[in-house]
């Protein structure tokens, strides 16, 4: 094991160590105690990396903590606490698979073993006071009054409850703490069937198992049942019971121990609550809501629909109003769709940071979908104690196929998300199988891309770019490819997958060392903002000896509108090389930025070049005709991209732009062809 790796278990036993030194008294030195913790941690760390997993060899864990007598009263929470939070977040374990699902097993082990170790314990100890009573109640038959004072004061004293019965059931003793656990006076047992202790729940299993004692079926029998108090409130209570025989060895009395355990069970319930449920807002957390679909999904005859909800603009009530505010809203938004749903047959979980999940069971009365998401979104605009009112983005699957497995479920929820958030705030859309197929295609080549540059599969190609007026070559341009996919589709890809810069860097690398004339290069949206880019440039120019003066950068235009982008412009200008804008669509914002960042050239938005392809001359046409020669009077040149017919070649000639490539003029070709 490498040290690294052990210091941390170390860290753990240490921290392990501080939180429950104080609980109970064991004589050990603190360092003793460390290295005891130690091997506790070891067994923990290997069984969560254990394949295939099994949380069994650390049900030992409890059973050595109360060996070695750690049972003080916050013991167990407080292992508990630094257990869960270690395991969760420690950098060892980060790559586990399903790593919170097995902490929930280990600490549910550790609490199963550390609660059977003290009932074992607690039952030794029993049986020692039980030992003690035969021998005393033997000998008060046999009028040794010494004995029966023995007895009674063991009787009296003992912590556990006691009492013995006659085989009809009927209580003959009882004991000052039986008395006290079920807050009745000792003078209420005379006469009192033992069953009147009980839950009613409980009676007839217990009534069944008493006769099995009497009988000689079992010697003894250990259980965890419900005792009621005077004012009708459970107790939960350990019972151990066996017969107590005359002088031949008959059952002759039964006796009842009891070990009020209800903290105990109020602890583990409150962490299989904390395990299932979110800290803050109280609703199901995304592991208990998995469980819960799988169960809805696979029970229910008409169906469920599944909403993945995100809300809008909440990092805005966190940054500007502070994270108080936020919990505030995210509780008050989980109140608000409990409320929203709260006649149907529902489930509302946290999911994420700002994100919810709502899975609604089919009923003939349940509203469509529709009328559901307007309802959602009705409740979550009325404004909050704060004056803050939120609109939420959803994504909906509406009765999917029996066959489909949650994961897959909760996948295609979460990107239906992802694409409603693409049209804006306060939009929802339904899970859409085809856009999905090719959305994840789409994804999956991106994820791809990184190897794919690495391994050489990226190709520039060179494409002429030309005067249209008279077919002079005035340069090239580098455009990229990857099998059958564009320019542009790689350039998108980049930029979903944050390749973009990398791909970028390369890309002007390689077109800079092979073009033999004036390159031509258009950025992307991030290349264009990088804060690295004018270094990037110039080093290029160095590494391959490209001039300046044969180099067209052209940045893309919307991203002009930032500090970075202009900062760019204005640099790369200022160092001698000719600077243009791509994209460009001939907007107010956009005509603003030819005179204030004084580039030389731009470059068309390929849409504008297919919009009037498709279109008969008319106001389109009369627009960018204007817009041509206003820009070509101000001093700057006009390029135009994708220009794949004669007919196109010709009308861009007809109105003066001064420069065009695409597949009429020719396709792009690799460095060695030029």
């Not at 459970?234 to 151990?240: F, K």
């Not at 090719?438 to 190609?461: H, K, Q, Y």
């Amino acid at each position: 094991m490498s040290p690294p790796v052990r210091t941390r278990r170390q860290e753990l036993a240490r921290a392990w160590t501080r939180a429950i030194y104080a609980t109970a008294y064991v004589p050990m030195s603190p360092q003793e105690i460390e290295l005891f913790l130690l091997e506790l941690v070891d067994v923990i760390a290997d069984a969560v990396q254990a394949e295939p997993f099994t949380a069994e060899p650390v049900a030992a864990v409890g059973h050595r903590l109360v060996g070695a007598h750690f049972t003080g009263a916050d013991t167990l929470q407080r292992t508990v606490d630094v257990l869960g939070h270690a395991l969760l977040f420690t950098p060892e374990l980060r790559d586990v698979p399903r790593l919170t699902e097995k902490v929930v097993a280990i600490l549910g082990r550790v609490s199963a073993g550390f609660a059977t170790a003290m009932r074992l314990d607690a039952f030794d100890r029993q049986e020692e006071v039980k030992q003690a009573l035969l021998v005393a109640k033997r000998r008060a038959e046999r009028g040794l009054r010494a004995s029966e004072a023995r007895l009674r004061d063991v009787f009296d004293s003992s912590a556990f409850g006691v009492v013995i019965s006659d085989r009809a059931g009927t209580c003959v003793e009882v004991n000052p703490a039986l008395a006290r656990m079920v807050d009745r006076d000792p003078a209420w047992f005379a006469g009192r069937r033992l069953r009147e202790l009980f839950h009613p729940d409980d009676v007839e299993p217990l009534a069944a198992a008493y006769r099995a004692v009497d009988e000689g079926r079992v010697e003894r029998f250990r259980e965890q049942r419900r005792l009621l108090r005077a004012d009708g409130e459970p107790v939960w209570a350990h019972l151990a019971v066996s017969a107590l025989r005359d002088e031949h060895g008959a059952p002759a009395y039964r006796l009842t121990m009891v070990e009020d355990v209800s903290e105990l069970h109020l602890l583990q319930k409150n962490l299989d609550f904390q395990l299932l449920h979110d800290s803050l807002t109280g609703l199901s957390n995304r592991q208990h809501f998995i469980t819960r679909l799988e169960a809805l999904h696979g029970s229910s005859r008409g169906g469920i629909t599944l909403y993945h909800l995100d809300l809008d603009g909440f990092s805005v009530v966190n940054n500007g109003l502070g994270h108080d505010v936020g919990d505030r809203l995210l509780v008050e938004v989980a109140r608000r769709l409990e409320a929203a749903v709260a006649d149907e047959r529902a489930l509302v979980a946290r999911v994420g940071g700002d994100e919810f999940a709502v899975v609604v069971v089919h009923s003939p009365t349940t509203p469509t979908v529709p009328a559901l998401v307007e309802r959602i979104n009705a409740a979550l605009e009325r404004p909050m104690a704060d004056g803050v009112a939120l609109t939420c983005s959803i994504g909906v699957v509406d009765r999917p196929g029996a066959g489909w497995p949650v994961a897959e479920l909760l996948r295609a929820a979460n990107a239906t998300l992802r694409r409603a958030k693409e049209g804006g705030k306060r939009q929802w859309l339904p899970y859409d199988r085809h856009e999905d197929q090719r959305s994840r295609e789409r994804r999956a080549r991106a994820a791809r891309m990184p190897g794919a540059l690495a391994g050489g599969e990226l190709e520039v190609g060179h494409q002429p770019v030309v005067d249209p007026a008279d077919g002079r070559v005035l340069g090239h341009v580098a455009r990229l490819r990857w099998d059958e996919l564009g320019h542009d589709d790689c350039l998108e890809l980049a930029e979903a997958g944050g390749l973009s810069l990398a791909l970028g860097q390369w890309a002007l690398r390689e077109a800079a060392g092979e073009v033999p004339g004036v390159l031509y290069f258009e950025l992307s949206p991030m290349q264009s903002r990088d804060e690295d880019l004018v270094r990037t440039v110039k080093r290029t120019l160095d590494e391959t000896g490209l001039p300046a003066s044969r180099l067209r950068i052209f940045l893309d235009t919307r991203s002009m509108f930032t500090d970075a982008g202009q900062d760019n412009a204005q640099v790369l200008r200022d160092s001698g090389i000719a600077t243009g804008l791509s994209r460009f669509n001939g907007g107010q914002a956009e005509l603003s930025l030819v005179g204030d960042l004084e580039v030389g050239s731009l470059l068309l938005d390929p849409s504008v070049v297919r919009r009037l392809a498709e279109r008969p001359p008319g106001f389109l046409h009369e627009a960018i005709t204007r817009m041509v020669r206003l820009i070509r009077q101000s001093g700057a040149s006009v390029a135009v991209p994708d220009v794949s017919t004669p007919e196109q070649a010709a009308w861009w000639a007809g109105i003066g732009v001064d420069a065009a490539f695409g597949d009429h003029f020719g396709p792009p070709v690799p460095g060695y062809e030029l």
